[in-house]
């Protein structure tokens, strides 16, 4: 079973939780902190900026991470509406940890490169 870092009533959450993502841990960490806290419109209203290159954070728009995260906040959403929550009441948290490292493979006498996995993990609760 996972373990999540926030853990609400069952009743009035809804969790999703990815693991092995291919997307940088330091950028994840910083789009899920100014992600988190906020309401479930004004979360993906903030993400589709950032992909559509209108908002930046620090100079930086974060589009491979926006996109990871709206992905995963639209399937929070369908949890959500499945267990029949308010919509309009619902509340993000979101946090980003390290994943597995492993040494991608190359051919004869090229280095090998190292890769990182990202895993996130998002809670959308009813305030």
């Known amino acids: ?37 906020m309401k479930l419109e004004r979360g993906k209203k903030f993400l589709q900026n950032l992909i559509e290159e209108r908002e930046n954070l620090n100079g930086k728009h974060y589009t491979n991470v926006a996109k990871e995260l709206s992905r995963l906040l639209a399937s929070a959403e369908t949890n959500a509406e499945a267990k029949g929550l308010d919509l309009n009441k619902l509340q993000i948290f979101a946090s980003a940890d390290k994943g597995f490292t492993f040494w991608r493979p190359r051919n004869w006498k090229q280095r090998r ?11 959308l609760e009813e305030r």
């Open 113 to 123: 490169t190292k890769r990182k996995m990202t895993n996130i993990q998002v809670v």
């Open 1 to 37: 079973m996972i373990k999540y870092k926030l853990s609400p009533k069952a009743s009035k959450s809804a969790k999703v939780y990815a693991r092995a993502l291919r997307i940088s841990r330091k950028s994840s960490i910083i789009v899920c902190k100014n992600l988190s806290k």
